[in-house]
């Protein structure tokens, strides 16, 4: 059974930073990778970056360029998302996803495997 579960989220303030992670057990995605989306009420739920779990190749939306950074630890099976300059315009559940092949990445379609989710909250 595969299961996603993320961790790190809570309220900041703005201009402030945070740091996600996202531990995936019952297997592993070398073939594909792993992405963090994001839902605000009332908004669809959003990508926000990528990464190629074999090379380590990242992607970012562009609202999120430049502040955010994803990474993997492969011997952890973890992928961490660090949010620095936060905005309120932040403020959203944040989720961690996973798919067996690594196309089409900023389609929440793609993703098979999801985490609860986690909330996170930026103050002005």
């Known amino acids: 059974q595969v299961q996603l579960v993320e961790s790190g989220g809570g309220l900041v303030q703005d201009g402030g930073s945070l740091r996600l992670s996202c531990a995936a057990s019952g297997r592993t995605f070398s073939s594909g990778g792993m992405a963090w989306f994001r839902q605000s009420p009332g908004k669809e739920r959003e990508f926000v970056a990528a990464?190629?779990?074999?090379?380590?190749?990242?992607y970012y939306a562009g609202p999120v360029k430049g502040r955010f950074t994803i990474s993997r630890d492969i011997a952890q099976n973890t992928v961490y998302l660090q949010m620095t300059s936060l905005k309120p315009e932040d403020t959203a559940v944040y989720y961690c996803?996973?798919?067996?092949?690594?196309?089409?990445?900023?389609?929440?379609?793609?993703?098979?495997?999801w985490g609860q989710g986690t909330q996170v909250t930026v103050s002005s």
């Open positions: 996803a996973a798919a067996s092949a690594f196309y089409d990445i900023t389609n929440r379609n793609r993703y098979v495997y």
């Open positions: 990464i190629r779990w074999s090379v380590g190749t990242t």
